[in-house]
């Protein structure tokens, strides 16, 4: 029996091979073709319409982000003929989906999709319920009038970590996504691609928020509880296992203000999360709780006076600068780290090619400037207000995918 399990694009019974010859001789097409965008115009609103999607905001999230006027103003910045060139997609592109969040893939598949290419996805062999989800609806919109021009351009599989699969498919892809871990990359980096392909990585990220103090302390009563709400959805949705989830937050003011905007926001954050019953099983308890032993016997945090090791969401104020040994060991599951500054400037020299997004509450673009201006090497790819983390953009770790997923092919100025 073969180990390659097919969801979507192809019989139970076909061969890889098949499947492989039959995609890669598919033509790419123009960027935001009609019968692209027409399709994902369709899988947004069958999504967002579902009764069931209720149960999923990230799935919500995301099929709003691809409502058909969304891509009407994203076709428009990507134009498929140029004075000097035609736009196309780059082939055949193969996907590798992380486990841990299950929509993510479908940003980087529905994008190359819109680019023009055909697609090849493996998805995680742990079939979650928003998998399935995913999978159900996006089955019956194949089966629609706008599902017919694209069945042949997905293929969606799954098969146990085997490189020799892995490898049989990349020497068939133009492009290869991988999303994963840092282990899981330089697995994949390991398989060769054809000379003609091109790669690239989403690997582990660490994320961060800042805060400053005395905009907490101003802010109504209703403007906290929005931010809360808002903050809750970038670090609970995922149990801060998404990339730009923050795991660190950084205030920012005097000593008195910290301690009481500090009080203040928490109250408000743990509210929210009884409010939305964040999940909080006894297996991510004891994640937090052996987490912070760790760092405490390290020296290198420790609860805050008023907290508890055991609580949720759990604080632990930083002893030490943040470092690697300390994001190794950081667990996400409802764990926070902090520490104080006076100025959001001084969070540059603890920031490294390791950290993506940045959320903040409270500054000037002036002290956004200073701190982008003060930060070293690739240190940041996005800075969000706070409750926009886990939103999603065409330009992801500093790289625009629409122009990733195409090429251009040079022709004489008209």
Known sequence: ????????????????????????????????????????????????????????????????????????????????????????????????????????????????????????????????????????????????????????????????????????????????????????????????????????????????????????????????ARLAAGFYNDAFWFAQQACSSPRLVNWVGTGEAYQAAHTRFWDAVRQEVMRREAENTAAMGMARLSAAFELAAGAMAHPHTTESAAGFPTLLALETPISDAIKEIHCGNGLFLEQRFDALAGLATQLSDKEQTLAVFGFSRADICALVDALSGRALDRVVPIGEALAFAPVWDGTDLFTFFTRRISIPEA
């Open 1 to 224: 029996m073969s180990k390659v399990q097919f969801f979507l694009g192809a019989a139970a019974d076909e061969p890889l091979d098949s499947v492989l010859e039959r995609s890669a001789a598919l033509p790419a097409w123009k960027p935001f073709d009609s019968r692209a965008t027409d399709f994902v115009a369709r899988f947004s609103q069958q999504l967002l319409t579902h009764p069931q999607v209720r149960e999923y905001p990230e799935l919500a999230a995301m099929a709003h982000w691809f409502r058909a006027a969304r891509l009407r103003a994203l076709g428009a910045g990507y134009p498929a003929e140029l004075p000097d060139a035609f736009v196309r997609g780059r082939g055949l592109a193969f996907h590798l989906a992380p486990a841990n969040v299950d929509s993510v893939f479908m940003y980087s598949w529905l994008i190359s999709l819109l680019a023009g290419n055909t697609n090849i996805v493996r998805v995680s062999q742990k079939l979650s319920p928003q998998l399935g989800f995913l999978i159900e609806v996006l089955a019956g919109v194949l089966r629609q009038d706008v599902g017919a021009p694209i069945a042949g351009r997905i293929v969606l599989l799954t098969y146990p970590h085997d490189a020799s699969i892995t490898q049989k498919i990349s020497m068939q892809c133009l492009a290869r996504i991988v999303w994963g871990g840092d282990a899981t990359v330089a697995t994949i980096r390991a398989i060769p691609l054809r000379p003609t392909a091109i790669e690239i990585c989403f690997p582990d990220r660490f994320s961060v928020a800042a805060i400053e103090a005395q905009s907490i302390l101003r802010a109504s009563d209703a403007d906290l």
